[in-house]
Every structure is written in structure tokens, then in C-alpha cells.
């Protein structure tokens, strides 16, 4: 067999940035955390010496990490001044709380999967399963601060909106199940824009529940009774008289050991006419269509928790995190719903909506 000197030449560069990324994905986590990235955002040029008396941080440490997200491009930096600098734009994407494209929580879970690799490694072997409340505490949080900048951006505003006739069906009261909620920022959010409507949040983590609980209350929504969170499963969740006007599964049906029968407990659990809401991430119906670098992360975090979740449950269906809308679509044609469009795409989600 004849080699490729060329060829390997490339893939040792490819090799070598990937391991790059992995260390810099390590700084970045630690950057976050000490809030450098907040220190440098609007902050113009500074020097390591700055950054050190703006965070407390030493600076012989600035130095090297300052070095290393120049080499990234991360952040820009100046020879001449040896300064380095953190451009609005990058800002968007690692500080700002506000802003839709907020990914530095993504260091965060990365530091989680590592966590749990001993665990991950032996169910890669057995073929078993890694529960979502087995995998390292790190991954909960950081998960639910991935996806609340779109819910922030998009639910209220757009999503419900293209949903036929719902917005105005939550404007005159009706019931909404948000089902696995974690930490309940989707449920919250929703129970802030319809205050006439009523909305409980599922999940069968408990410590989720809890925290959910606590982040109704801190909003000023936990007395009233429009808002609760209940432990259950995606298929044993209660409804009220007359079924759910509305039920929510906001990046959690591919997590589910059996999602048909997630889909079809949503269908039998609708009021007449009700609409189910699903939002996933954006993918394309074939293996081919995700190898880019979205698709890479979404395989990526499908393999060492989607899937996982999946096998520890009953069913081990394993839609695993990168499903298009045809396999969604046929998911939901199992459980009884005649109705399946997309109907919004943001960054990194897709929108459905299926009916009886």
C-alpha cells in the first residue's frame, strides 16, 4: 500500500488543530469562569498587565492565555503595542448574556463530558446506557445556558407566533406542558408572556424539578398557581380535563428511550385541536448532509449524551441529537398526529409543529 506523504502531512495539521481547540476549549472554560472575556469586552486594546488589574488574575498566567486566544482567533492582537483585544463581534458570541448566539457555556459542558469519560468509555463496550442524572452535575446548567439565549430571542417572538392560531389561543388562558423542562427556563419564559395561561414543566429529574422551582419563585411566578413543576416521564405526565392547548418538547424528544411513545402520550394528552410544539437542532435527513462543523458538534454531543440518555431508558429508541425533519416527521405519523411542518429555523434550532 502506497502512502500519500501529502495526505498525511494534511491530516497531521488537522490532528494538530484539533488538539489545539481541545486544550484552547479547556482555557476558554477557565477564562469564562475567572470573567476575563467580560473584562476585555468594550474594554478596547490592553496589555496582560491591564487585563491582571482589571480581573485580579496574575499576569505571567495572562500571558500564555492571552497568547494562546490570539493564536485561536479569539482575540486580536498587536505587535507593535503588545496589546490584545476582544472584537464586539466575538463578544456576542462569548459574553453577552443577551445576545442569541451566546456559546461560551459550551466550555462548560465540555469540561462535564470529560467528567464522565470512565462511564461513557464502558457504555461505548456494554451497549448500556448513561442517564442524564448520572452524567456530571457541570452538564446541567451549562446546558439549559446553550439554549436559553435562542429560547430568549425566538420563543416569544417568532416561534409561537408561526404556530397556527396558538398565540392567540395562550392570550385567552389554556393549558401548556413543557416536557423535559430541566431547568425551566422555556416554562418560564412562556408563563412571563401569557399571564392568563397556565403552564407546568415535566421532567423525571428531580434535582431539575427542584431548580426550576426555585427559578419560578426568584421570577415572582411561584404563588400563584400558573406555573408548577412535577417530576414524570415523557410518557406519564398527567393532563388537565380537557388535555393541553399546548405541549412543548424544547431540545428533548431525541433524548427519549422511546420518543413514539413520547409523541403519542403528547397526542392523547391534547386538548381538541391542540397543537404540539417541537424544537430540535438543525440538521439535514442524511449523514451527508451534517458533516460540516454544527453537524460535528451535534454527532459529537449526541454520542456522549443523547444517545446515552436514550439506551439507559426503556424503548433505547436513540434518535439521536442530529435527526432531520423526515425522521421527526415519521416519529410523530407513529404517534397518531396527521399534521408536521417546520415552521422556524434560527443559528442552531429548527422549528416543528404537529397536530391530531
Not at 12 to 31: C, F, P, Y
Request: net charge negative; charged share 20%.
Amino acid at each position: 500500500m502506497s502512502i500519500d506523504e501529502r495526505k498525511v502531512e494534511q491530516f497531521l495539521g488537522q490532528v494538530v488543530g484539533d488538539l489545539g481547540a481541545t486544550v484552547s476549549t479547556a482555557l476558554a472554560h477557565i477564562g469564562d469562569r475567572l470573567g476575563l472575556y467580560r473584562a476585555m469586552a468594550g474594554a478596547g486594546p490592553l496589555t496582560p498587565a491591564e487585563l491582571a488589574a482589571r480581573t485580579g488574575v496574575h499576569e505571567r498566567y495572562l500571558q500564555e492565555w492571552l497568547a494562546n486566544q490570539a493564536a485561536g482567533g479569539y482575540v486580536g492582537y498587536e505587535p507593535a503595542r503588545g496589546t490584545y483585544e476582544l472584537p464586539a463581534e466575538h463578544a456576542l458570541v462569548l459574553v453577552d448574556a443577551g445576545s442569541p448566539v451566546l456559546l461560551a457555556p459550551g466550555f462548560a459542558q465540555m469540561a462535564a463530558v470529560w467528567a464522565v469519560e470512565e462511564r461513557l468509555e464502558a457504555a461505548f463496550r456494554s451497549g448500556g446506557g448513561v442517564g442524564w442524572h448520572e452524567q456530571d452535575p457541570g452538564l446541567f446548567g451549562s446546558t439549559e445556558a446553550i439554549f436559553a439565549p435562542a429560547y430568549r430571542a425566538h420563543l416569544v417572538d417568532s416561534w409561537i407566533p408561526a404556530l397556527d392560531g396558538v398565540q392567540a389561543r395562550l392570550r385567552q388562558g389554556g393549558h401548556v406542558a413543557d416536557v423535559g423542562c430541566g431547568h425551566g427556563a422555556s416554562t418560564i419564559l412562556l408563563a412571563e408572556a401569557f399571564p392568563t395561561a397556565t403552564f407546568t414543566g415535566f421532567d423525571y429529574h428531580d434535582a431539575s424539578v427542584e431548580v426550576a422551582r426555585r427559578r419560578a419563585a426568584d421570577a415572582g411566578l411561584g404563588d400563584g398557581g400558573r406555573i408548577g413543576f412535577e417530576v414524570a416521564d415523557a410518557g406519564g405526565y398527567p393532563a388537565p380535563e380537557g388535555g393541553y392547548d399546548l405541549i412543548c418538547f424544547f431540545d428533548a424528544l431525541h433524548d427519549f428511550g422511546d420518543a413514539v411513545g413520547a409523541a403519542a402520550h403528547a397526542r392523547e394528552s391534547l386538548a381538541e385541536d391542540g397543537t404540539v410544539l417541537l424544537v430540535e437542532i438543525r440538521s439535514g435527513d442524511r449523514t451527508e448532509d451534517n458533516l460540516n462543523p454544527l453537524g460535528r458538534l451535534g454527532y459529537g454531543m449526541s454520542t456522549v449524551v443523547c444517545v446515552p440518555n436514550a439506551l439507559a431508558q426503556e424503548g433505547r429508541y436513540a434518535l439521536g441529537g442530529q435527526a432531520g425533519a423526515a425522521a421527526i416527521g415519521e416519529i410523530v405519523g407513529k404517534a397518531g398526529f396527521t399534521r408536521f411542518r417546520t415552521v422556524a429555523d434560527a443559528a442552531i434550532h429548527r422549528v416543528f409543529e404537529a397536530r391530531p
